[in-house]
Every structure is written in C-alpha cells, then in structure tokens.
C-alpha cells in the first residue's frame, strides 16, 4: 500500500509525496524533522514485505549503499527494519537521469561524454574496490544533478564480488545487461564495465546497442550480435573513443578492460590523443594484437586462414577416402572418377569467384573518389568495407562533405579506410549575384551553421538583429555582398523571429514621468529603475534619457530605465502618497556546470508582497538566459513596491524548472 502524504514515519521522516517507482520498492520525497533536511524514502512494497528472500536482498542493499561515501554515488543516510515497514533513507538529488538527459539532447558530444564517463568512474571504482559490484548500471540509475554532478543511484542488486559465483537471477536490465550475466546469472567487476560501456555507447549514438522486439531478442544480442561500433553510427567520433567503448563491450569478461579504473585511464588519454596513437604503442595484451583496427582485420585475416587450412584438410581427407574405395572396390571406379571431377570442378569454380572479388575491389576504389561516405559505402556494400573521416580540408573541384583522397594499398573485405574529405570551397557564395533577389537557398542557413564557416575559414563579420514574419528564429535573412569575394566587411542580418513578440521602444525624452510610465506599460514594456537629477536651468520635469534606444526592438516584458530631471517649479504631484521603495545589490550564483556539463538557464525575477493576505507577484526582471556556471549581478537602484508595505521578497527564479535559485528580503520606505 502507497504511503499517503504528510504520513509521518517513524516520528520522523514526514511524506511529502511520491517521486517513483522501482520493481520493489516504492521511492518518496520526505522530510527530516529532526535535522530539517529533504531526503528520498526507498519503501519496499507491501507484497514483498513478508517474503524472506526479498527482505534479505533489501537489506543487502542498504548494508552495501552504506558503505559508500563518494560524490558520484547517492548517498545513504539511515535504514530501518520495523516489522513489516523496511526502507532506507537516502541523498535526494535535485536533477534528471542521465536518460532523460540523452533523450533531451538526441546525443552527447564526445568530450561532454567523456567528462560525464569520468565521474560515474570515479565513483564505481570506488565501489568495486570496496568488494561491491552495482550490476544494474544504465542511464536510469544515473542522476544529473542541476548542479552538473552525475551520480549513480540504486544499488538495489548490488553484490559483494567474493559472491560472484552464486548462481542467482538475472536481474540487469536486459539494453546494458552483460553477456556472463544473461548466460549465466553470475557477475563481477567487469560485468559493470560492459553496462557502463553499453551506457557510453548510448550517450554517444543516442540509441542503445543492440534492440529487439522482445527482452529475450536483446539478450540473445547480446550473446551472439557483433559488437556495434559507435563510428558506425556517428562518423565524427575519435578513433580512440571508437575503441575504448568497443573494447568495454567485448563478449569475454577476460578481453575487457579489467578494472574501471583502467578504461578511465584510457578516456582521459582520449582527450589528448583523440586519433588513439596511444594504443598502438602499448601492444595490447602482448603484443597480439586482439585490439584496435589492425587487430581486428588482423584477427579476420587469421580467421580466413584458418577456414583455408581447414578445406584444405577436409578435400585431402575426401581424395585418402577417395584412395580407399578405388582400392577396395574397383567397381565404383567410375562413379569415384565422375564424384572426383564434379568436386574439382566446383573448387576450381569458387577459387575463380574469390579472384574475382579481389580484383574487381581493387578497380572500384577509385570510384569513390567526389562521392560522400554513404555514397561510397553503398558503392562498396557487397564487401563490407567502412569509411571514417579522417581529415577535412578545403577544395575548390569537391564539394563540402565529398571524399577527396584516401591513403593508398592494397584493401580486402572488412577493411576499415580512414578518408579526407573536401570542407568545400575557402570562399563562401551566399547567393547568386546575377539573382540578387533569390535567397531562398541562404535563409534556410543558421546562423549558428554560417558561423561555423566563417570562423573555420577566418573571415571577419558583423551580426545585426531583425524581426521576420517569414524567416525563423536563428536564420540568416540576408548579407551585404553575394559572397566573401567581393570587397568590404561582412554584415550579415538574422531574424529574430516574427514581431508579433517584440515590440519597438518609444521615444521617452522629452516626456514628463507619467508620461513616460504610461508609454512603456502601453506597449508591455516593464518599468526599471528610475534616476532622478536635479535641474537648475529648467522649469518643469522630464524623461532626460532612457536605458534602452528608442526604435529598438525587444521582447515583451522587457524592463525599461528613466532619468528624469527635475525642474525647478515642477508640478506637485497629484497623490499625496509617496512611493515605497527598496534597492539591491547581490551576487547569485546559476548552478554549477561541472565537468562536461554546459548549458544556460532562464532567469526572472519577482518581488512577492503580502496583500491582504495573497501573494502578489510583480516582475522586477523579464527572463535572460545565464550561463550554467556563471553569476548574476543582481543590482536595482529603484525597486517600487505596495504603497505602505515595509516588507518583500525578492525570488530569482529558474523560469524553465520553476525552481527558485536564490531570495532575499527587503526592507520597503517612503520615498524622499
């Protein structure tokens, strides 16, 4: 039975509700009165709660999280075995899983990747080195906390690694499971490699390796599949992480990397050495050569020999039987002879078939040259041959994307070419200068993508805003010139989506206050501060400059800025009440990024105000986008608020998570 909210337990940890649920347990939001901390409740469920066994693997998790203290594992802080009420307590992490996170961003840039990889490992390799093996690692059981942190949650299998031979259960979801596992039911360190691997393998590609159209699909995947490669999937990916991740996910325990320390080791050397030359240099396990691709189509090349030796064996075989016969029963003389002829007839013929594949390899290599990676993969698709960029540089005879050159040799089926592909032309034409009115073809480029170019080819440029009702958000409108050829700077012009959001600010000099006031509410516009000055060669007050241009156009809810000058004989004010006013000046910090964690949040900022006994909220700041990482200075001269009210608060507010970062309270008085 679910636990209802406010339910105190153990007159101490009150519910505040449900957060989710696993296949044993239920997991609850809760507070800790004594210590007045937020906490995670992990409650078994009801229908395990007599069963022995059950309760015994519940317990064996809490004895095992416990263990643990590392700043990339959840953190236990208490258990409790009470009749027929069993849960333990534990770290409530504010963030989303490492899943969810992979499905946000479709995929994970390789070095983001491997600063996310690097924390998990710090905190696994704790774990195995205190003799505990997780056996359920995938992204669901990782946190990304706001702060940028990654931590591993549920040690809910967990198993001492000296009980690794007990036959138990297979219990490691079936997309990240290790194949000792699923044959077998039995794990140790390396098994949490392979599903750290299999996770890797998701971040990178966005997909998990091997899929199915049931569990027992992926598990026999597992088992017998070839191992999927992430250049595969995803050309842009270092050689060297290509290998670490296929390596971590070999079938044998033995040809894994052997502890999770030493595949960290690896990724770090991937951050230097992308293209991997490390590897070579080690000579892998003995210099054998099981690793690496020069390995791998050196261990095809051996399997090949070995079927040849082995034909060779069976034919010799079948000519001694042959032999026998002719010996023993002359009567079969004939039909042995005609037998004899048909089979060297066949040997001749597929020894004939074999040549001809290797040759007609030879002559359509060149062929690939000016055609993309899958234009020329389909080209060599009948012999299983791969393409990897290797390099990428300027031609003005290839397009951008288009193979210009790859290194010469001899190529047999199953080989891996590493090809250099054209970046296109140095000089970049937006449009036809013969059509000047045609551009089409340049609005359906980024400017992030335009960018891109630009700064690979060194060419100076200047960015200015407009509003388009036909061109979206982040286009490029249109440049100055046809292209980077022709004479003059570089100004290029971006939309900044349809005007029905922004809105042009008025011209504010000249006006009185109120007038002003009244002109920017109009247009949705949001007061800011106002500075006043006083005036000796002026009679009446007025708008004496205004923060943002007049003309300009912003987004609705944008705050606005005075300074007004009063005059000498200004007109008294037509209220008796003076405003109450507050100010602020504060640092607030938005999050931290952490190792391979970036991004931005949107902030806004509210002060919030008691009014006969409801909250009033009124924004001081229309939302900005802040680095992940960075600080917000939080300084306002002039903050109105209420009309006899001495007290507010002011809430900086993560507008996309509605999470409040950071408060503080004001003191409200009279103004003058």
């Known amino acids: 039975m679910k636990i209802e909210k406010d339910t105190l337990l153990q007159e101490r940890y009150r519910i505040e509700g449900l957060i989710g649920e ?16 937020i906490v995670a409740l992990k409650v078994l469920k ?37 009749g027929d009420l069993h849960f333990i307590v534990m770290e409530l992490v504010e963030g989303i899983t490492l899943k969810n996170f992979i499905q946000r961003k479709g995929k994970i840039a390789e070095r983001e990747a491997i600063g996310i990889a690097l924390q998990l490992i710090d905190g696994i390799d704790l774990a195995h080195k205190m003799g505990i093996v997780h056996r359920d690692i995938k992204p669901q059981n990782i946190i990304v906390s706001t702060e940028g942190v990654v931590k591993i949650a549920d040690f809910g299998i967990a198993r001492a690694a000296s009980q690794e031979t007990v036959n138990t259960a297979v ?28 996770t890797l393998y998701e971040m990178l590609t966005g997909k998990v390796p091997y899929a199915g159209e049931n569990s027992m699909a992926v598990v026999f995947s597992h088992l017998e599949d070839p191992i999927p490669r992430v250049r595969d999937s995803v050309k842009e990916i270092s050689k060297a992480l290509d290998y670490i991740v296929w390596r971590g996910m070999q079938k044998k325990a033995s040809l894994r990397y052997q502890s999770i320390a030493d595949m960290g080791e690896d990724l770090r050397l991937a951050l230097e050495d992308p ?12 210099g054998k050569g099981v690793f690496g691709r020069n390995g791998l189509d050196q261990g095809i090349s051996n399997l090949y020999k070995g079927l040849a030796i082995a034909s060779v064996i069976l034919i010799v075989g079948v000519f001694l039987f042959l032999g026998y016969k002719v010996v023993g029963l002359l009567r079969s003389v004939q039909s042995i002879s005609s037998d004899e002829t048909k089979l060297t007839e066949k040997t001749t013929e597929d020894s004939t078939q074999v040549a001809i594949t290797i ?63 054209s970046k296109g032309s140095k000089d970049l034409e937006f449009y036809d200068p013969k059509n000047p009115e045609d551009l089409s073809s340049l609005q359906k480029m980024s400017i992030a993508e335009l960018e891109r170019k630009l700064q690979d080819r060194n060419i100076q440029y200047s960015i200015k805003e407009e509003a388009s009702d036909t061109v979206p958000a982040g286009y490029v409108i249109r440049t100055n010139k046809a292209g980077t050829k022709d004479a003059g700077a570089l100004e290029i012009t971006v939309s900044t989506g349809a005007a029905s959001n922004l809105v042009a600010v008025p011209d504010l000099v000249g ?73 602020i000046n504060q640092s607030v910090s938005i999050g931290s990024g952490g190792p391979g964690v970036q991004g931005t949040v949107l902030v806004v900022v509210y002060l919030i105000q008691e009014i006969d006994g409801e909250s009033r909220y009124t924004t001081i700041q229309s939302a900005r986008s802040y680095a992940l990482g960075s600080e917000m200075q939080l300084s306002i001269n002039r903050i109105v608020g209420a009309t006899g009210l001495s007290k507010g ?24």
């Open 22 to 37: 696993g296949g044993m347990s239920y997991v609850y939001k809760a507070k800790d009165i004594k210590l007045g901390r």
């Open 46 to 82: 009801d229908e395990f709660a007599g069963d022995a066994e059950f309760v015994n693997k519940f317990q064996n998790e809490a004895k095992a999280a416990a263990k643990l203290n590392h700043l990339n594992i959840v953190s236990t802080f208490d258990t409790v075995d009470e």
């Open 171 to 198: 219990m490691g979801s079936v997309h990240y499971i290790s194949p000792e596992q699923a044959r077998l039911g039995v794990s140790d360190a390396r098994s949490d490699i392979y599903s750290f691997s299999c």
């Open 275 to 286: 293209d991997g030359s490390f590897l070579s240099e080690r000579e892998d396990d003995g």
């Open 359 to 421: 040759s007609a390899l030879d002559s359509l290599l060149p062929g690939i040259i000016g055609k993309t990676i899958p234009e020329a993969e389909d080209i060599l698709k009948n012999y299983d041959i791969r393409l990897y960029e290797d390099k990428a540089e300027f031609s003005d005879e290839y397009e951008e994307g288009q193979i210009i050159s790859y290194p010469g040799g001899q190529y047999n089926s199953h080989s891996r070419i590493y090809v250099t592909l």
């Open 511 to 583: 006006m009185t206050e109120d007038e002003a006031v009244l002109a920017i509410q109009s247009e949705g516009l949001v007061v800011g501060t106002i500075t006043y000055v006083s005036g000796t060669s002026v009679d009446a007050d007025y708008v004496l400059s205004q923060s943002i241009l007049s003309g300009t156009m912003v987004e609705q809810g944008q705050a606005v800025s005075l300074t007004v000058i009063r005059g000498q004989s200004s007109k008294p004010s037509t209220s008796t009440e003076k405003a109450w006013v507050s100010s």
């Open 649 to 672: 608060t002011i809430e900086v507010v993560d507008a996309e998570n509605d999470r409040v970062l950071a408060s503080f309270d004001l003191e409200f008085h009279p103004e003058g």
